[in-house]
């Protein structure tokens, strides 16, 4: 899928995490193709289909002066038509549990919080698409192997800063449930690194020889994010649903 539509989608949640795709380790089938873009999460793609909706929900950590605040920001995006070629076509209109996403110019549909939604779609629950044209409706609590919103615990540790000279290891606390694959993530200013790796891993270790070239920086980032993917068909045709929560802590690069 185009990465442009992703990056549309995920205007707000770049300024919350921020990555481009440096390294990538193969997980389970399927294989999408991760196509971050600096200042966007890694959010998996598909070159062959005939639409795809996405939920993503980023959880953002920051500290100041000792203290953790987290901040969640649920957005979407769909599209309907040849996601080989990027052809997309009018669907109408297209809500994420409720919420009415707007119609772009290629025919892609995204959520971007605003002031009436500063923090987003509630995606904490269930996850329900509701498209008109052509007529899809999708509820993960009653479809078919629908799964919802992955669900993990806190990136692990209370570090502010990442020394890119020593091997460094990103981890979360407790569990990773409901996910097929999970992104682990690096972003300084020069580049960025993604790791995918397989259902519920919860642990991976940068090499300070992987983290070299990375650019220090007071903005970057470490993000662990569990997704989950599935197929539905729709008279034929062949939809992705794909849910993707992404844990985001602003640290500095040095």
Same mark, same amino acid.
């Given at each position: 899928?185009?990465?442009?539509?992703?990056?549309?989608?995920?205007?707000?949640?770049?300024?919350?995490?921020?990555?481009?795709?440096?390294? +990538?380790?193969?997980?389970?089938?399927?294989?999408?193709?991760?196509?971050?873009?600096?200042?966007?999460?890694?959010?998996?793609?598909?070159?062959?289909?005939?639409?795809?909706?996405?939920?993503?929900?980023?959880?953002?950590?920051?500290?100041?002066?000792?203290?953790?605040?987290?901040?969640?920001?649920?957005?979407?995006?769909?599209?309907?038509?040849?996601? +080989?070629?990027?052809?997309?076509?009018?669907?109408?209109?297209?809500?994420?549990?409720?919420?009415?996403?707007?119609?772009?110019?290629?025919?892609?549909?995204?959520?971007?919080?605003?002031? !009436?939604?500063?923090?987003?779609? %509630?995606?904490?629950?269930?996850?329900?698409?509701?498209?008109?044209?052509? !007529?899809?409706?999708?509820?993960?609590?009653?479809?078919?192997?629908?799964?919802?919103?992955?669900?993990?615990?806190?990136?692990?540790?209370?570090?502010?800063?990442? %020394?890119?000279? *020593?091997?460094?290891?990103?981890?979360?606390?407790?569990?990773?449930?409901?996910?097929?694959?999970?992104?682990?993530?690096?972003?300084?200013?020069?580049?960025?690194?993604?790791?995918?790796?397989?259902?519920?891993?919860?642990?991976?270790?940068?090499?300070?020889?992987?983290?070299?070239?990375?650019?220090?920086? +007071?903005?970057?980032?470490?993000?662990?994010?569990?997704?989950?993917?599935? =197929?539905?068909?729709?008279?034929?045709?062949?939809?992705?649903?794909?849910?993707?929560?992404?844990?985001?802590?602003?640290? =500095?690069? *040095?």
């Amino acid at each position: 899928m185009n990465k442009q539509i992703f990056a549309l989608a995920f205007v707000a949640a770049s300024t919350l995490a921020a990555c481009s795709k440096d390294e +990538a380790t193969p997980g389970p089938s399927p294989t999408p193709d991760p196509k971050p873009t600096p200042s966007s999460t890694a959010t998996p793609s598909y070159g062959s289909g005939d639409g795809a909706v996405v939920a993503l929900l980023t959880r953002t950590t920051t500290s100041s002066f000792g203290v953790e605040v987290d901040m969640d920001l649920g957005t979407g995006v769909a599209v309907f038509g040849n996601l +080989a070629t990027g052809a997309y076509t009018d669907a109408g209109k297209i809500t994420l549990n409720g919420t009415e996403l707007a119609k772009q110019a290629n025919n892609s549909y995204v959520f971007i919080p605003g002031v !009436s939604k500063p923090t987003g779609i %509630d995606l904490g629950s269930d996850i329900k698409w509701v498209v008109t044209t052509p !007529s899809f409706t999708y509820d993960a609590s009653s479809a078919a192997g629908g799964r919802g919103m992955p669900k993990a615990g806190k990136i692990d540790g209370s570090y502010t800063f990442v %020394d890119i000279s *020593k091997d460094f290891t990103l981890s979360v606390s407790g569990t990773i449930t409901k996910s097929d694959s999970v992104y682990f993530q690096i972003n300084g200013a020069s580049k960025s690194i993604l790791k995918r790796m397989a259902a519920g891993t919860t642990s991976v270790t940068f090499t300070a020889s992987e983290l070299a070239g990375l650019g220090k920086t +007071a903005g970057g980032s470490v993000t662990v994010a569990p997704w989950n993917h599935e =197929e539905q068909s729709l008279g034929g045709k062949k939809i992705h649903v794909i849910n993707e929560l992404a844990l985001s802590r602003t640290v =500095e690069i *040095k």
